[in-house]
């Protein structure tokens, strides 16, 4: 079992900039790849990022890209997600997420996780 707790969420004004961090525990030795995603009112949670964990691996959703860096520091089994140049559609709950699997498949999708955290709020005012 991992356990995952975010923080760093909270309000901005458009172009501003914010850092998440997700911080694991338990089992943390059998996260492959750690992710956040996001969830804004009335709408699908969508992946953001992902990294390979102990890897140099990463992607972001095109959204984001320019914009986003995800990180990872494996001494303190925690993630990071900076967020510059933000926009008022970055509004949104973020999650991280941890899985298993070593395979690419379902990764970009909110299934192919095995673990969650509780979610922080980002919201960018105009």
């Known amino acids: 079992q991992v356990h995952l707790v975010e923080s760093g969420g909270g309000l901005v004004q458009a172009g501003g900039s914010l850092r998440l961090s997700c911080a694991a525990s338990?089992?943390?030795?059998?996260?492959?790849?750690m992710a956040w995603f996001r969830q804004a009112p009335g709408k699908e949670r969508e992946f953001v990022a992902v990294?390979?964990?102990?890897?140099?691996?990463?992607n972001l959703a095109d959204s984001v890209k320019g914009r986003f860096t995800i990180s990872g520091d494996n001494a303190k089994n925690t993630m990071y997600l900076q967020m510059n140049s933000l926009k008022p559609e970055d509004t949104a709950v973020y999650y991280c997420?941890?899985?298993?699997?070593?395979?690419?498949?379902?990764?970009?999708?909110?299934?192919?996780?095995?673990?969650w955290g509780q979610g922080t709020q980002v919201t960018v005012s105009s």
């Open positions: 990294i390979k964990w102990g890897g140099a691996w990463t």
């Open positions: 997420a941890a899985r298993e699997s070593l395979s690419l498949f379902g990764i970009y999708s909110r299934s192919g996780y095995d673990y």
């Open positions: 338990g089992r943390t030795s059998s996260s492959s790849y």
